[in-house]
Protein backbone atom coordinates (compact mmCIF):
# COMPACT_ATOMS: atom_id res chain seq x y z
CA UNK A 1 0.00 0.00 0.00
CA UNK A 2 2.57 2.27 1.08
CA UNK A 3 4.41 1.88 -2.78
CA UNK A 4 1.37 2.65 -4.23
CA UNK A 5 1.13 5.68 -2.06
CA UNK A 6 4.72 6.73 -2.98
CA UNK A 7 3.85 5.89 -6.81
CA UNK A 8 0.65 7.91 -6.83
CA UNK A 9 2.70 10.19 -5.17
CA UNK A 10 5.79 11.12 -6.59
CA UNK A 11 5.08 9.86 -10.18
CA UNK A 12 1.55 11.55 -10.58
CA UNK A 13 2.52 12.81 -14.40
CA UNK A 14 3.58 9.06 -15.01
CA UNK A 15 0.36 8.05 -13.89
CA UNK A 16 -1.90 10.37 -15.78
CA UNK A 17 0.69 9.46 -19.19
CA UNK A 18 0.19 5.90 -18.44
CA UNK A 19 -3.61 5.23 -20.42
CA UNK A 20 -2.28 6.98 -23.39
CA UNK A 21 1.37 5.11 -23.79
CA UNK A 22 -1.23 2.13 -23.27
CA UNK A 23 -3.08 3.52 -26.38
CA UNK A 24 -0.30 4.45 -28.26
CA UNK A 25 1.65 1.25 -27.78
CA UNK A 26 -1.78 -1.23 -28.74
CA UNK A 27 -2.86 0.95 -31.71
CA UNK A 28 0.48 2.37 -32.60
CA UNK A 29 3.74 0.05 -31.89
CA UNK A 30 2.28 -3.16 -32.54
CA UNK A 31 0.64 -2.78 -35.73
CA UNK A 32 3.74 -1.33 -36.78
CA UNK A 33 5.56 -4.19 -35.58
CA UNK A 34 3.13 -6.76 -37.02
CA UNK A 35 3.76 -4.61 -40.48
CA UNK A 36 7.59 -5.35 -40.02
CA UNK A 37 7.09 -9.15 -39.37
CA UNK A 38 4.56 -9.07 -42.70
CA UNK A 39 7.70 -7.48 -44.97
CA UNK A 40 10.34 -10.31 -43.86
CA UNK A 41 8.73 -13.11 -43.40
CA UNK A 42 6.75 -15.01 -46.16
CA UNK A 43 4.99 -18.42 -46.48
CA UNK A 44 6.40 -21.05 -48.49
CA UNK A 45 3.96 -23.87 -49.42
CA UNK A 46 6.15 -26.77 -51.01
CA UNK A 47 7.99 -26.44 -47.08
CA UNK A 48 4.68 -25.58 -45.83
CA UNK A 49 6.86 -23.16 -43.12
CA UNK A 50 7.51 -19.61 -42.91
CA UNK A 51 11.41 -18.31 -44.09
CA UNK A 52 13.02 -15.06 -43.41
CA UNK A 53 13.20 -12.84 -46.58
CA UNK A 54 14.48 -9.75 -47.99
CA UNK A 55 13.06 -9.98 -51.61
CA UNK A 56 10.04 -7.37 -51.18
CA UNK A 57 12.85 -5.20 -49.39
CA UNK A 58 15.16 -5.86 -52.55
CA UNK A 59 12.21 -5.17 -54.90
CA UNK A 60 11.41 -1.75 -53.83
CA UNK A 61 15.26 -0.51 -54.88
CA UNK A 62 14.32 -0.20 -58.26
CA UNK A 63 13.85 2.89 -60.78
CA UNK A 64 10.76 3.20 -60.65
CA UNK A 65 10.00 3.27 -56.79
CA UNK A 66 12.95 5.38 -56.70
CA UNK A 67 11.62 8.11 -58.77
CA UNK A 68 8.72 7.88 -56.35
CA UNK A 69 10.58 8.33 -53.83
CA UNK A 70 12.36 11.32 -54.86
CA UNK A 71 9.25 12.90 -55.89
CA UNK A 72 7.37 12.11 -52.43
CA UNK A 73 10.36 13.77 -50.80
CA UNK A 74 10.64 16.99 -53.14
CA UNK A 75 7.00 17.29 -52.67
CA UNK A 76 7.21 16.97 -48.71
CA UNK A 77 10.35 19.47 -48.61
CA UNK A 78 8.22 22.31 -50.76
CA UNK A 79 5.77 21.88 -48.32
CA UNK A 80 7.57 22.34 -45.64
CA UNK A 81 9.63 25.15 -47.03
CA UNK A 82 6.57 27.19 -48.07
CA UNK A 83 4.69 26.19 -44.72
CA UNK A 84 7.82 27.84 -42.96
CA UNK A 85 7.69 31.11 -45.48
CA UNK A 86 4.10 31.42 -44.85
CA UNK A 87 4.00 30.61 -41.12
CA UNK A 88 6.98 32.23 -39.63
CA UNK A 89 5.72 35.73 -40.32
CA UNK A 90 2.14 34.88 -38.77
CA UNK A 91 3.14 33.24 -35.68
CA UNK A 92 5.94 36.24 -34.99
CA UNK A 93 2.79 38.71 -35.20
CA UNK A 94 0.37 36.85 -33.05
CA UNK A 95 3.57 36.36 -30.69
CA UNK A 96 5.00 39.73 -30.95
CA UNK A 97 3.12 42.51 -32.96
CA UNK A 98 -0.68 41.00 -32.68
CA UNK A 99 -3.05 42.49 -30.43
CA UNK A 100 -3.82 40.62 -27.10
CA UNK A 101 -7.84 41.05 -27.20
CA UNK A 102 -8.00 39.68 -30.69
CA UNK A 103 -5.39 37.21 -30.16
CA UNK A 104 -7.99 34.33 -29.13
CA UNK A 105 -10.25 35.06 -31.82
CA UNK A 106 -7.36 34.71 -34.30
CA UNK A 107 -5.75 31.61 -32.72
CA UNK A 108 -9.17 30.04 -33.00
CA UNK A 109 -9.10 30.93 -36.61
CA UNK A 110 -6.33 29.51 -36.76
CA UNK A 111 -7.24 26.70 -35.59
CA UNK A 112 -11.18 25.64 -36.82
CA UNK A 113 -10.18 24.29 -40.55
CA UNK A 114 -8.25 21.71 -38.98
CA UNK A 115 -11.81 20.55 -37.21
CA UNK A 116 -12.91 19.69 -40.11
CA UNK A 117 -12.73 16.53 -41.97
CA UNK A 118 -8.97 16.58 -44.39
CA UNK A 119 -11.22 15.20 -46.90
CA UNK A 120 -13.66 18.25 -46.74
CA UNK A 121 -10.71 20.85 -46.91
CA UNK A 122 -9.44 18.63 -50.18
CA UNK A 123 -12.92 18.81 -51.61
CA UNK A 124 -13.52 22.68 -51.05
CA UNK A 125 -10.30 23.12 -52.97
CA UNK A 126 -11.27 20.76 -55.60
CA UNK A 127 -14.61 23.02 -56.00
CA UNK A 128 -12.88 26.06 -55.81
CA UNK A 129 -10.16 25.38 -58.62
CA UNK A 130 -12.25 23.09 -61.07
CA UNK A 131 -13.24 25.00 -64.02
CA UNK A 132 -16.41 26.34 -63.21
CA UNK A 133 -15.23 27.02 -59.67
CA UNK A 134 -15.07 30.88 -58.21
CA UNK A 135 -11.23 30.70 -58.18
CA UNK A 136 -10.81 29.97 -62.06
CA UNK A 137 -13.59 32.34 -62.94
CA UNK A 138 -12.42 35.22 -60.84
CA UNK A 139 -8.86 34.09 -62.56
CA UNK A 140 -10.88 34.28 -66.11
CA UNK A 141 -12.38 37.13 -65.53
CA UNK A 142 -8.85 39.19 -65.04
CA UNK A 143 -7.63 38.13 -67.88
CA UNK A 144 -4.97 36.15 -65.68
CA UNK A 145 -5.48 32.76 -66.86
CA UNK A 146 -7.17 31.73 -70.29
CA UNK A 147 -10.53 29.86 -70.67
CA UNK A 148 -8.32 26.51 -71.18
CA UNK A 149 -6.29 26.74 -68.79
CA UNK A 150 -6.90 24.35 -65.74
CA UNK A 151 -6.01 24.78 -62.06
CA UNK A 152 -7.09 21.22 -61.15
CA UNK A 153 -4.74 17.66 -61.85
CA UNK A 154 -1.22 19.33 -61.79
CA UNK A 155 1.42 19.83 -59.39
CA UNK A 156 0.36 23.45 -58.17
CA UNK A 157 -3.10 22.68 -57.53
CA UNK A 158 -1.53 19.38 -55.30
CA UNK A 159 0.84 21.60 -53.87
CA UNK A 160 -1.77 24.26 -52.83
CA UNK A 161 -3.82 21.85 -50.85
CA UNK A 162 -1.02 20.49 -49.54
CA UNK A 163 -0.13 23.73 -48.03
CA UNK A 164 -3.55 24.89 -47.01
CA UNK A 165 -3.85 21.70 -44.88
CA UNK A 166 -0.81 21.39 -43.17
CA UNK A 167 0.04 25.24 -42.58
CA UNK A 168 -1.17 25.07 -38.99
CA UNK A 169 0.79 22.29 -38.26
CA UNK A 170 4.12 24.87 -38.43
CA UNK A 171 2.33 28.22 -36.87
CA UNK A 172 1.36 26.98 -33.95
CA UNK A 173 4.69 24.81 -32.70
CA UNK A 174 6.81 28.33 -34.03
CA UNK A 175 4.47 30.52 -32.17
CA UNK A 176 4.19 28.84 -28.71
CA UNK A 177 7.99 28.90 -28.65
CA UNK A 178 7.98 32.45 -29.45
CA UNK A 179 5.12 33.40 -26.67
CA UNK A 180 7.43 32.02 -24.53
CA UNK A 181 10.55 33.86 -25.58
CA UNK A 182 11.46 36.14 -22.68
CA UNK A 183 10.27 39.80 -24.19
CA UNK A 184 13.13 41.38 -21.57
CA UNK A 185 15.87 40.03 -24.04
CA UNK A 186 14.30 42.57 -26.71
CA UNK A 187 15.13 45.28 -24.19
CA UNK A 188 17.95 44.14 -23.69
CA UNK A 189 19.37 43.88 -27.09
CA UNK A 190 18.16 47.31 -27.77
CA UNK A 191 19.77 49.09 -25.00
CA UNK A 192 23.31 47.36 -26.46
CA UNK A 193 22.62 49.52 -29.56
CA UNK A 194 21.15 46.63 -31.30
CA UNK A 195 18.48 47.24 -34.39
CA UNK A 196 15.60 45.31 -35.31
CA UNK A 197 17.35 43.36 -37.77
CA UNK A 198 20.12 42.01 -35.60
CA UNK A 199 17.68 41.46 -32.77
CA UNK A 200 15.82 39.10 -34.69
CA UNK A 201 18.99 38.08 -36.59
CA UNK A 202 21.34 36.92 -33.32
CA UNK A 203 18.19 36.56 -30.57
CA UNK A 204 14.42 35.77 -31.99
CA UNK A 205 14.83 33.73 -34.69
CA UNK A 206 17.78 31.24 -32.84
CA UNK A 207 15.58 31.18 -30.05
CA UNK A 208 12.32 30.25 -32.17
CA UNK A 209 14.34 27.57 -33.77
CA UNK A 210 12.87 24.34 -31.69
CA UNK A 211 9.46 25.60 -32.77
CA UNK A 212 10.52 25.88 -36.76
CA UNK A 213 12.29 21.86 -36.01
CA UNK A 214 9.10 20.47 -34.57
CA UNK A 215 6.93 22.44 -37.28
CA UNK A 216 9.21 21.50 -40.07
CA UNK A 217 9.05 17.69 -38.46
CA UNK A 218 5.13 18.29 -38.51
CA UNK A 219 4.84 19.44 -41.91
CA UNK A 220 7.75 16.56 -43.98
CA UNK A 221 6.43 13.38 -41.97
CA UNK A 222 2.88 13.25 -43.08
CA UNK A 223 3.47 15.12 -46.33
CA UNK A 224 5.90 12.62 -47.57
CA UNK A 225 3.22 9.70 -47.05
CA UNK A 226 0.25 11.68 -48.15
CA UNK A 227 -2.44 9.67 -50.23
CA UNK A 228 -5.37 11.91 -50.62
CA UNK A 229 -4.46 15.32 -51.32
CA UNK A 230 -2.54 14.16 -54.49
CA UNK A 231 -5.29 11.89 -55.29
CA UNK A 232 -7.89 13.80 -55.47
CA UNK A 233 -6.24 17.65 -56.17
CA UNK A 234 -3.79 15.87 -58.85
CA UNK A 235 -5.78 13.16 -60.67
CA UNK A 236 -3.63 10.11 -62.08
CA UNK A 237 -0.95 12.39 -63.69
CA UNK A 238 1.49 12.14 -60.19
CA UNK A 239 2.41 9.16 -58.47
CA UNK A 240 3.48 9.46 -54.61
CA UNK A 241 4.63 7.15 -52.10
CA UNK A 242 0.99 7.25 -50.77
CA UNK A 243 -0.55 6.70 -53.58
CA UNK A 244 1.73 3.46 -54.29
CA UNK A 245 1.35 1.85 -50.29
CA UNK A 246 -2.55 2.10 -51.14
CA UNK A 247 -2.39 0.53 -54.62
CA UNK A 248 -0.30 -2.44 -52.90
CA UNK A 249 -2.93 -3.06 -50.05
CA UNK A 250 -6.43 -2.55 -51.33
CA UNK A 251 -5.68 -2.67 -55.40
CA UNK A 252 -3.00 -5.63 -55.84
CA UNK A 253 -3.97 -7.35 -52.41
CA UNK A 254 0.30 -7.86 -52.13
CA UNK A 255 0.05 -7.58 -48.24
CA UNK A 256 4.01 -8.12 -47.51
CA UNK A 257 4.66 -5.62 -49.99
CA UNK A 258 2.62 -3.03 -49.15
CA UNK A 259 4.18 -3.90 -45.55
CA UNK A 260 7.66 -3.52 -47.00
CA UNK A 261 6.59 -0.15 -48.30
CA UNK A 262 5.12 1.20 -45.37
CA UNK A 263 8.60 0.44 -43.13
CA UNK A 264 10.40 1.61 -45.93
CA UNK A 265 8.28 4.94 -45.62
CA UNK A 266 8.52 4.94 -41.96
CA UNK A 267 12.15 4.61 -41.76
CA UNK A 268 13.21 6.95 -44.23
CA UNK A 269 12.10 9.97 -42.82
CA UNK A 270 13.85 8.75 -39.84
CA UNK A 271 17.18 8.12 -40.90
CA UNK A 272 16.68 11.71 -42.79
CA UNK A 273 16.08 13.63 -39.07
CA UNK A 274 18.97 11.89 -37.53
CA UNK A 275 21.34 12.88 -40.30
CA UNK A 276 19.90 16.46 -39.77
CA UNK A 277 20.53 16.04 -36.10
CA UNK A 278 24.24 14.95 -36.53
CA UNK A 279 25.09 17.26 -39.09
CA UNK A 280 23.60 19.99 -36.39
CA UNK A 281 25.79 18.55 -33.60
CA UNK A 282 28.59 18.19 -35.89
CA UNK A 283 28.58 21.94 -36.72
CA UNK A 284 27.56 23.02 -33.32
CA UNK A 285 31.07 20.98 -32.02
CA UNK A 286 33.35 22.90 -34.70
CA UNK A 287 31.81 25.99 -33.57
CA UNK A 288 32.36 25.67 -30.14
CA UNK A 289 36.18 24.19 -30.91
CA UNK A 290 36.40 27.41 -33.40
CA UNK A 291 35.17 29.60 -30.25
CA UNK A 292 37.27 27.67 -27.66
CA UNK A 293 40.64 27.97 -29.88
CA UNK A 294 40.16 31.54 -29.84
CA UNK A 295 39.47 32.37 -26.22
CA UNK A 296 41.91 29.77 -25.28
CA UNK A 297 39.86 27.71 -23.38
CA UNK A 298 39.65 24.12 -22.93
CA UNK A 299 39.02 22.41 -25.85
CA UNK A 300 36.24 19.82 -24.91
CA UNK A 301 34.53 19.20 -28.51
CA UNK A 302 31.11 17.78 -27.09
CA UNK A 303 29.78 18.78 -24.19
Given at each position: ???????????????????????????????????????????????????????YYVQIFNS??????????????????????????????????????????????????????????????????????????????????????????????????????????????????????????????????????????????????????????????????????????????????????????????????????????????????????????????????????????PKDYWT
Amino acid sequence: MRLLNRIFSEEYPFVLSCPALLWQFVFLYIPFAILAIHSIVDYIPEIQSYVLTSVYYVQIFNSLYFKVILRSFFLAVLTAFICFLIAYPVAYYLAMRGPKKYKTFLLFSLILPSWTSLIVQVYAWFFLLEKNGFVSRTLQALKIISPSFHLLNNYFSILLGMVSCYLPFMILPIYAVLEKMDKRLLEASADLGADKYETFKRIVFPLSLPGVYAGVLLVFIPSFGEFAIPTLLGGSKYIFWGNVIVDKFLRSRDWRSGAALVIIGIMLPIFIMLVGYLVSKIRTAYQRAAYQQKTNGPKDYWT
